[in-house]
């Protein structure tokens, strides 16, 4: 059976004209370039999207790093602003609080002449009843602006808040190193001290 299709196959060539044998030939040869130009073109497909994909992907990266420069830009801008919100506020605080602390300290030598006058004015006299009343007016009113007297008397002495403008011996060895006579009353404003109570240490 075979052999008779071979030989069917080849009184058919026998039977074609030359120029029919050429194109035959050329159509075999299409037939089998075919394959090879399909896989050539998949080939060059797939190269092109492995390069779209690269090209893809440098691009996210360089994204990535823009977006966390914008990032650490905005983080400093905001920590810049928020230290600046926080110091103007503890500013305006300040400010509050202390507004009147030069007034304040202008105030402090009138009432240092007032109990001045007032320890050498007599018991009883009524000049001294009327300047009693205003000491004590103009002494709340400035507490309420925070004021407050320094208790230094008997204290340990301490530069903090005590400025010794004299020593003199101690009287006994438990009053060494603490104050025994205040010359000037010294002043809080606010916890703050506005001024320095000048004392007489002992020794």
């Given at each position: 059976?075979?052999?008779?299709?071979?030989?069917?196959?080849?009184?058919?060539?026998?039977?074609?004209?030359?120029?029919?044998?050429?194109?035959?030939?050329?159509?075999?040869?299409?037939?089998?370039?075919?394959?090879?130009?399909?896989?050539?073109?998949?080939?060059?497909?797939?190269?092109?999207?492995?390069?779209q994909v690269e090209e893809l992907n440098t691009k996210v990266e360089e994204m990535g790093h823009k977006l966390a420069e914008m990032n650490?830009?905005?983080?400093?801008?905001?920590?810049?602003?928020?230290?600046?919100?926080?110091?103007?506020?503890?500013?305006?605080?300040?400010?509050?609080?202390?507004?009147?602390?030069?007034?304040?300290?202008?105030?402090?030598?009138?009432?240092?002449?007032?109990?001045?006058?007032?320890?050498?004015?007599?018991?009883?006299?009524?000049?001294?009843?009327?300047?009693?009343?205003?000491?004590?007016?103009?002494?709340?009113?400035?507490?309420?602006?925070?004021?407050?007297?320094?208790?230094?008397?008997?204290?340990?002495?301490?530069?903090?808040?005590?400025?010794?403008?004299?020593?003199?011996?101690?009287?006994?060895?438990?009053?060494?190193?603490?104050?025994?006579?205040?010359?000037?009353?010294?002043?809080?404003?606010?916890?703050?001290?506005?001024?320095?109570?000048?004392?007489?240490?002992?020794?």
């Amino acid at each position: 059976m075979e052999e008779k299709e071979k030989d069917s196959k080849f009184e058919e060539e026998q039977d074609m004209t030359p120029n029919e044998q050429q194109s035959s030939e050329a159509q075999e040869e299409k037939t089998n370039e075919q394959p090879d130009r399909e896989d050539h073109s998949r080939k060059a497909r797939k190269k092109r999207s492995e390069r779209q994909v690269e090209e893809l992907n440098t691009k996210v990266e360089e994204m990535g790093h823009k977006l966390a420069e914008m990032n650490d830009k905005y983080m400093r801008i905001y920590s810049e602003y928020e230290n600046y919100r926080k110091r103007t506020s503890l500013e305006k605080a300040g400010l509050i609080l202390n507004g009147g602390k030069d007034v304040i300290k202008l105030m402090l030598p009138v009432i240092d002449d007032m109990e001045r006058a007032l320890a050498n004015m007599a018991d009883g006299d009524a000049a001294k009843e009327g300047m009693l009343l205003i000491h004590k007016n103009m002494l709340n009113a400035l507490q309420q602006k925070g004021l407050k007297p320094m208790d230094a008397m008997g204290a340990k002495f301490d530069e903090n808040f005590h400025e010794a403008i004299t020593q003199i011996p101690a009287p006994t060895p438990e009053a060494k190193g603490t104050v025994i006579d205040v010359v000037k009353k010294g002043y809080f404003l606010n916890e703050e001290v506005l001024r320095f109570a000048q004392v007489v240490v002992a020794n």
